[in-house]
């Protein structure tokens, strides 16, 4: 039976999880600002929380209504079937979300819808569960427009960038799907070489040796859906065995890392080896100003810092015209992204960035600068905006 789903992802990369979503079976593929619908059977919602890179949930659509008032989405709540699918010794937590609402308080939206799943499963079964908003065993999601309410059920439970690895974070770091998103924008294939010279905690290194090793990210990790009571434990067995025979034994890949900070080195290789790939990444303590390419051609993807501490722009300012430099020198026959959160900082490259594609790091608006080193036109070709036009700003 087709069930219908949704899948939120990192704005700006819609149109590439419609694209793989459509290799796990899904249907009725509709792309939208911040995710994309599609139907497909429980098999399609296994694949896609094992497989999918780019996604962050996977959501199936329970009931849509319209509403005037609370007690209209609490009657449309309390008219799901609940107990059909988790029981009451399972936590659950309410999320909401709104798109110009007429209601005023959507804490109390999700009172009320709190209030209609605790009254079924009292009606249904006698007891209620209780809420949990730290660590939910069942999530629960309503989208409110202007005068309907959709309720999801969500089938992943963390969000799917989570792989289920990764001890050493830092400060401000990039969501594995949007890393994902990136490499599938550069273009890079795996078997070309790739290089990331500010590596942080490894992000860009780890998706890549997974794509190059065709690692389904979510493999070292459990979903929700793991929990709901019609879970068809022999499809999903299956699912995960087609998935781990895809999967290529650890070795030496074309891809290399590096940072200025050894400490960014450290939390790299502390993440590549919770991951099983440690031998399948040369990494190294460089500064990009005086690292020599590891190839005559290849790929360089890079998340540089773009601070807002006090100090932290003037230094940057005086830093971005030495990467211009840099590129132009030593880096002929490479095509180099650069994501930022500050638009003003790549015009101190003192290059023309031939793409520059809006995308969203959670909240932070950025931009991915693609810069194609080669002699001549090329570097003076005026830049091509993707969809700014398309993406609130």
Known sequence: MSESFFSPCPRGLEPMLAEELATFGATAIEPTHGGVGFAGDWCVCYRANLESRLATRVMWRLAQGRYQSEEDIYRLAYGVTWAKWFTADDTIRIYVTAKQSPLKSLEFVTLRIKDAVCDHFRTVTGKRPSVDTANPAVRIHAFLTRDRVTLYLDTSGEPLYKRGFKP????????????????????????????????????????????????????????????????????????????????????????????????????????????????????????????????????????????????????????????????????SGWRCYFLSGDPALPKLFGLKASKRTPLFNGALECRLFEYKMVSGSMRRKPAEDIGDDALPG
């Open 168 to 331: 050493a974070a830092v400060e401000a770091p990039l969501k594995e799907n949007l890393a994902a998103g990136i490499l599938r924008l550069s273009g890079w294939k795996p078997g070309e070489v790739l290089l990331d010279p500010m590596c942080g905690s490894g992000t860009f290194l780890i998706e890549a040796a997974q794509i190059a090793l065709d690692i389904a990210p979510g493999l070292g990790r459990e979903f929700a859906f793991e929990r709901f009571r019609h879970l068809d434990r022999a499809a999903w067995a299956n699912v995960k065995k087609v998935a781990e025979a895809r999967r290529h034994a650890p070795r030496r890949l074309k891809i290399y890392g590096s940072d200025v900070v050894g400490e960014q080195v450290r939390r790299t290789r502390i993440n590549l080896q919770a991951a099983g790939l440690g031998d399948c990444v040369t990494l190294d303590r460089a500064d990009f100003l005086k690292l020599d390419p590891p190839a005559g051609e290849g790929v360089l993807v890079t998340n540089p810092p773009y601070g807002v501490r006090i100090g932290e722009a003037e230094e940057l300012a005086a830093l971005y015209p030495q990467f211009g430099n840099v590129l132009k020198k030593r880096w």
